[in-house]
C-alpha cells in the first residue's frame, strides 16, 4: 500500500522565518518526490521536484530527500505572507503498469506578519 | 489560454442523476488524469489513462466511469450520482522524460461537484 504521510498543522511561523515541512512515504519502490502548493479553492501548483538523495534549492525553497529513511521535506526561508497555503507532498511510484501521484493530505501553512 | 481547462467550473445536481466533467489540454501530453479531493482526505487518483486505447483504475474508481476521445479530450462520468461523491475535482496532464523520474504534472482548475 502507498502512503504519504504529513502532518496536517495548521503550522504557524512568523514572517522572515524559516518554515519547514515534512513528509514520509511508505513505498520503497518510489523514485520521484514533489511538493505543490494550493490555495485555498484552487488547484495544485509544483514548485519543487526532487528525485536524489540531498537537497536542491531553487530561489527560498529547497527539498530534502533522504530515500534510508524514506523522508522528503520542504524549507521555505524567508517566509512571506503570500506563502500561507496548504503544501502538499506527492510521491511516483510506477511499477506494474501504475502510474499517477500519491498525496499526502497536506500541511497548512500559516505566516504571521 | 489554460494548458489545461475543465468544464463545468461548478455544477450542482440532485442524487442518481448522471454527471460528465470535461477536461481538455493544449499541452501534447500523452498522460492524462482525474483526481477528487476532500477536506482532509487529500488528493485520490480515480482513473488515468496513458493514450487513447489505454485507460486504467485508480485508486477509488468506483462509482465513475471515463472516456478519451482523443489524446487532448478525457471526460469523467457519474453514471448515478450520490452525495458522498460532492467534491473538487481535478484534471491533470503529464508529460514524462526519457529518463526514469523527470515528471511533472499540471493540474486544471478544478470542478467543484455539489450532488444534493
Known amino acids: 500500500q502507498k502512503e504519504v504521510e504529513q502532518n496536517s498543522g495548521p503550522l504557524s511561523v512568523p514572517e522572515g522565518a524559516i518554515a519547514s515541512l515534512n513528509c514520509t512515504y511508505s513505498d520503497r519502490g518510489s523514485q520521484s518526490f514533489f511538493w505543490y502548493r494550493q490555495y485555498s479553492g484552487k488547484s495544485p501548483e509544483l514548485i519543487m521536484s526532487i528525485y536524489s538523495n540531498g537537497d536542491k534549492e531553487d530561489g527560498r525553497f529547497t527539498a530534502q530527500l533522504n530515500k534510508a529513511s524514506q523522508y522528503v521535506s520542504l524549507l521555505i526561508r524567508d517566509s512571506q505572507p503570500s506563502d500561507s497555503a496548504t503544501y502538499l507532498c506527492a510521491v511516483l511510484y510506477s511499477g506494474g503498469g501504475a502510474d499517477g501521484l500519491t498525496f499526502g493530505k497536506g500541511t497548512h501553512l500559516i505566516i504571521q506578519p | ?116
Not at chain 2, 65 to 73: G, L, P
Request: net charge positive; aromatic share 12%; with cysteine.
Open chain 2, 1 to 116: 489560454d489554460a494548458d489545461v481547462t475543465q468544464t463545468p467550473r461548478n455544477r450542482i445536481t440532485k442524487t442518481g442523476k448522471r454527471i460528465m466533467l470535461e477536461c481538455s489540454q493544449t499541452k501534447g501530453h500523452d498522460r492524462m488524469y482525474w483526481y477528487r479531493q476532500d477536506p482532509g482526505l487529500g488528493l485520490r487518483l480515480i482513473y488515468y489513462s496513458f493514450d487513447v486505447k489505454d485507460i486504467n483504475k485508480g485508486e477509488i474508481s468506483d462509482g465513475y466511469s471515463v472516456s478519451r476521445q482523443a489524446q487532448a479530450k478525457f471526460s469523467l462520468s457519474l453514471e448515478s450520482a450520490i452525495p458522498n461523491q460532492t467534491a473538487l475535482y481535478f484534471c491533470a496532464t503529464s508529460d514524462f522524460g526519457l529518463r526514469q523520474g523527470r515528471y511533472t504534472q499540471y493540474f486544471g482548475p478544478g470542478t467543484r461537484l455539489t450532488v444534493l
